[in-house]
């Protein structure tokens, strides 16, 4: 192993950096400053026009691979005498599973870009690759760590795990082919592990458990003078995995029972037109708006307002769905408790009713009942916030969670992080 003064490590990612993929920042940022030198592969440029403060506090260069349409992928990129390049950049034929849902032009495309990884990778002395998804980023990691003689591993999340691209068999064996030929992959629910597990039984496949993390020095909990009463917020993109459009009717039914509420939801998506005309629809414009998105520096304070935070997932037509949300834990970090329901990962985030209620997923009515609840009963809320906090300090502190990760890179001697509030082990 390594120490980490001398360990460099890529991180290749799709889009970098992504509005809605906080915790790939915080991954990054919480690897710095444990000393890891960290660069950054971005395979397209970003296309969003906001961005995160935190993003200033990252050290790590970034390459944007931009989009080539020479007709030979590998022209210009063959910078060492290694008859080893070619053959390691076309190992997998254009009828290979891992390019069942890609055209003609998007192979070239991505075996150019990891060849570019490789040899930027090769010139930098970085000793490991590391994506984040195991669709296109993943391809580009395996291909430009096979070419550059080193290891490789990846984070799979959810998308790229359910959603259906071309079958089910085919989806399934090129998941199964990256996941064979990664030094490990770590994925972030234990939900997603055993059904990983189950497509690569028989393999070689290292799978491994490892929770997204947040910064539980940067969302502590708030005053509760802070909390606005019997204020709900929901925070994610408006897809339908969110399950927002029964967060609305859920909303229908408790102005139905004459409680006073707000409910806010915050963030943006292709489904604003629709959620807006059905707040309209149910003449709830007066107690549930659709904000817009937010910065992470505003959300904090937006959570810290919050009486409890509702995300309703669901698993929409494609098979897609929510592995580990971001804002439950983040909220729960705050202290605030949560509304969510049972989706893959939301169950190991609230544990059993401890930190939160969970009700099942389309089920509007079994929502409207848990939010009042929520609102309705101060002291239960209070010690549920104050279990989430313990909660998060235990599964999902990010300076933990990213050492771990460090270690399995190949990177040794890393210091324990100072923290401002101490590790609850019990």
């Known amino acids: 192993m390594l120490d980490r003064s001398s360990f460099r490590v890529g991180y290749v990612l799709k889009r970098f950096p992504r509005f809605s993929e906080t915790f790939v920042v ?101 000793a490991h690759l590391h994506a984040h998804f195991g669709s296109d980023a993943a391809t580009a990691a395996m291909i430009a760590a096979r070419a550059a003689r080193i290891d490789f591993s990846f984070t799979a999340h959810a998308r790229d795990i359910y959603h259906c691209y071309v079958d089910p068999e085919t989806d399934a064996l090129a998941r199964c082919h990256k996941m064979a030929a990664a030094r490990f992959v770590s994925t972030v629910t234990e939900f997603n592990r055993l059904h990983l597990e189950s497509l690569t039984a028989g393999t070689a496949a290292d ?96 959570i810290r ?13 494609s098979g897609d769905r929510d592995a580990l949300p971001t804002v439950l834990i983040e909220s ?5 408790p949560v509304v969510t329901t049972r989706v893959n990962g939301c169950p190991e985030i609230v544990g059993d009713q401890e930190a939160g ?18 609102l309705l009963d101060a002291p239960e809320r209070a010690a549920r916030g104050r279990r989430g906090r313990q909660r998060c300090a235990r599964r999902f502190d990010v300076h933990r969670n990213a050492r771990l990760l460090a270690q399995w890179f190949g990177v040794s001697a890393l210091p324990n992080p100072t923290r401002a509030t101490p590790m609850v082990t019990n």
Not at 38 to 53: A, C, K, N
Not at 305 to 317: E, I, R, W, Y
Not at 359 to 374: C, E, I, Q, R, Y
């Open 207 to 302: 799978i491994r458990l490892l929770y997204n993390g947040v910064d539980l020095d940067r969302f502590a909990p708030g005053p509760v003078s802070a909390q606005a009463d019997n204020r709900i917020l929901a925070i994610g993109r408006l897809v339908a995995k969110k399950g927002f459009s029964d967060l609305i009717d859920a909303c229908a039914s408790l102005r139905s029972r004459d409680l006073a509420f707000r409910c806010d939801i915050i963030g943006e998506g292709p489904l604003r037109s629709a959620l807006q005309g059905r707040i309209d629809a149910m003449k709830l414009d007066d107690c549930v708006r659709l904000v817009g998105p937010r910065t992470q520096a505003a959300l904090i304070e937006e």
């Open 305 to 317: 307002s919050a009486t409890v935070t509702a995300l309703p997932c669901v698993v929409d037509d």
């Open 26 to 126: 915080n991954e990054i940022l919480a690897l710095e400053r444990a000393g890891v030198h960290v660069e950054v592969f971005s395979l397209r440029d970003p296309d969003e026009p906001m961005r995160h403060e935190m993003l200033d506090e990252v050290r790590a260069p970034v390459h944007r691979l931009k989009t080539y349409d020479g007709r030979d992928p590998l022209h210009d990129l063959e910078p060492f005498d290694d008859p080893h390049w070619r053959s390691a950049l076309n190992a997998e034929p254009d009828a290979h599973p891992i390019w069942a849902a890609h055209s003609g032009s998007a192979i070239l495309r991505l075996r150019r870009q990891a060849g570019w990884i490789a040899r930027i990778a090769r010139e930098r002395r970085l």
């Open 332 to 336: 729960l970090a705050m202290g605030v």
């Open 357 to 374: 209620w969970l009700v099942a997923p389309n089920d509007s009515s079994a929502l409207a009942d848990a939010l009042a609840d929520a």
